[in-house]
């Protein structure tokens, strides 16, 4: 089944606390993406990957690292966690072009205390 | 630069009434896509539908259907007859020439039984 698979869903931490949310596709697409979901904002890009080895700042990066080294994993890393980093994330992942359509995980859900 | 307005932050309806839920865009560029996705209770994002800019053919699927107009550069979208499963959280969502996605900020319809 073709399918993102973020793990994982729910996560309490406490500030400061090295975290990885991991992301993984098996649709062979080039493109991956994380968002963040806050209430009243709706979804935001945090970092996008357009192939392996090629990342870039999306709209909000600020306190986060992205990897990849593989094309089917995009991790997402939080060196130093803050409460203000307590949200909802997505991972997505498409064809590389423009209008792909992006297929979204089940999201994590993070808590920083 | 880009933006996405949903203006409607909450909407009710009483079962079998249809809704509107509307979508305006900003966007400079002559080549876009247009994306509805859907978030029901349960958290995951659906793809609901892609339109390019220049396709204003309108769309009906089903219940569903999505009226384009580049003049008033809204893309809305209507349910008709609505169905308590059609509560959820409506998004969308503008991508130019790159994958990037810039997300409204989403309408919550809630369908009253």
């Known amino acids: 089944e073709a399918q993102v698979t973020q793990n994982p869903r729910y996560l309490i931490t406490v500030t400061g606390k090295k975290l990885t949310v991991t992301c993984s596709q098996n649709m062979n697409h080039e493109y991956m993406s994380w968002y963040r979901q806050d209430p009243g904002l709706g979804l935001r890009q945090i970092y996008y990957s357009m192939n392996v080895e090629v990342t870039d700042k999306g709209d909000v990066p600020e306190g986060y690292k992205v990897s990849r080294k593989e094309k089917r994993n995009f991790p997402l890393i939080l060196e130093s966690p803050s409460p203000n980093q307590t949200s909802l994330y997505f991972c997505a992942s498409s064809f590389w072009g423009p209008g792909n359509i992006q297929y979204f995980g089940a999201g994590t859900r993070l808590s920083v205390l | 630069a880009q933006k996405v307005t949903q203006a409607q932050t909450e909407i009710s309806v009483v079962e079998k009434e249809d809704v509107t839920l509307d979508c305006v865009y900003e966007?400079?560029?002559?080549?876009?896509?247009l994306f509805w996705y859907k978030q029901p209770p349960s958290g995951e994002l659906v793809f609901l539908i892609r339109?390019?800019?220049?396709?204003?053919q309108n769309e009906i699927s089903g219940r569903y259907s999505w009226n384009f107009q580049k003049s008033t550069s809204s893309f809305n979208f209507t349910i008709t007859a609505s169905q308590v499963v059609d509560s959820a959280v409506y998004f969308c969502?503008?991508?130019?020439?790159?994958?990037?996605?810039?997300f409204g900020t989403g309408t919550r319809l809630t369908v009253i039984p």
């Open positions: 966007t400079r560029d002559t080549t876009y896509y």
């Open positions: 339109r390019n800019s220049f396709d204003e």
């Open positions: 969502a503008l991508s130019e020439l790159a994958n990037n996605l810039f």
